[in-house]
């Protein structure tokens, strides 16, 4: 029988048909709704190979449950849904897509950051809402973003590519990372800083630190403190980086200017969520790298990594 394939999000025919051609593959049809559990660790116990998404879980109970799982290929660049801890133990591939969504993700991260400075989406709701009266001399008034300091929290691939945007508004660049980075520091002209210090002079504190067991929670009440009052807060990395509650206290209070969120602790957020009903904050639906060029890239990526573990090979980015 032919090895058994798993898919937990509907995607494109065009994409799978390599996989059709040589394996079982079945996928769950609805685009915007995850997989159920149940179904999840159902369809695991008889899959060789699994292609997720950030939320879905790979913990223990489904690997116990999956004596012929060989692969799983993650439809993200993060992996804090998958135990690879238990994945290790098992024997099992644990795969993401790196490098492929770096740039998009860079692009609407900076995006974020403008909207937030300049006010664009206040400014897109009052024009349609026909508040538009006359132009007068501070309607709407933003923020510079030009010869401004951005603090780049995780300096990885994608902060170093969010800095190449800043350093083309003349902003100056600073960063805190677990390890420095040099090359960056020389290319792009950036610095690296302690996370007291970059709080206390960004204008724009932009997340892209990957959620680990040392991230979790760092940013809290605390943390809004050091902040300038005139600076923004820009997060595209994790929900679960930030303590949700202290930072609405912050906007409540004016601790800071406003914030720029692609990611929330719960996803999808509530529209009730507190968060939202301050007009200095730009919210996403976690679609830092949808671009419809980058995400069927990510796509291929995984498709490429099951193929090669179920054909023996190794894979292009195993974590």
């Known amino acids: 029988m032919k090895p058994f394939i798993f898919i937990t999000r509907k995607l494109p025919q065009t994409v799978i048909e390599p996989l ?34 950030l939320s879905d879980k790979v913990d223990t109970e489904l690997l116990e449950n999956a004596p012929s799982l060989k692969v799983v290929a993650n439809l993200a660049v993060g992996y804090d849904n998958i135990d690879l801890k238990a994945a290790k133990q098992k024997g099992v591939a644990i795969c993401n897509t790196p490098d ?20 664009i989406v206040e400014a897109d709701r009052y024009i349609k809402e026909g508040k538009w009266k006359s132009w007068s001399p501070l309607l709407l008034a933003g923020t510079d973003i030009h010869h401004k300091t951005i603090g780049i929290v995780g300096m990885g691939s994608i902060g170093e590519a969010v800095a190449k945007r800043a350093k083309g508004f003349d ?17 792009l002209g950036a610095s690296y800083v302690s996370l007291d210090e970059l709080l206390d002079q960004s204008d724009f504190v932009v997340v892209l630190a990957p959620l680990t067991a040392e991230t979790e929670g760092l940013f809290q009440k605390e943390q809004f403190l050091a902040m300038k009052k005139s600076a923004f807060f820009i997060n595209a990395a994790r929900g ?53 060029e980058t995400r069927i890239g990510m796509m291929n990526l995984c498709v490429q990594n099951i193929h090669a573990v179920l054909n023996g090979d190794k894979p292009k980015t195993e974590v």
């Open 100 to 119: 492929v969504l770096t740039d998009t993700t860079a692009d609407l991260t900076f995006c974020l950051l403008m909207a937030a400075a300049r006010r």
């Open 240 to 292: 679960p980086i930030v303590n949700e509650e202290a930072l609405a206290e912050a906007l409540e209070t004016g601790e800071i200017a406003g914030a720029g969120l692609d990611v929330f602790t719960n996803e999808p957020i509530s529209s009730e969520h507190p968060l939202l009903s301050f007009d200095n904050v730009v919210a996403l639906p976690h679609i830092a790298s949808s671009s419809t």
């Open 20 to 53: 059709n051609q040589e394996f079982r593959v079945e996928m769950w049809e609805k685009e915007d709704v995850p997989v159920p559990r149940d179904i999840l660790l159902e369809k695991a116990t008889g899959a060789s190979a699994l292609i997720t998404m």
């Open 171 to 187: 902003m100056n660049i600073l960063y805190h990372n677990r390890s420095r980075k040099p090359e960056a520091e020389k290319s």
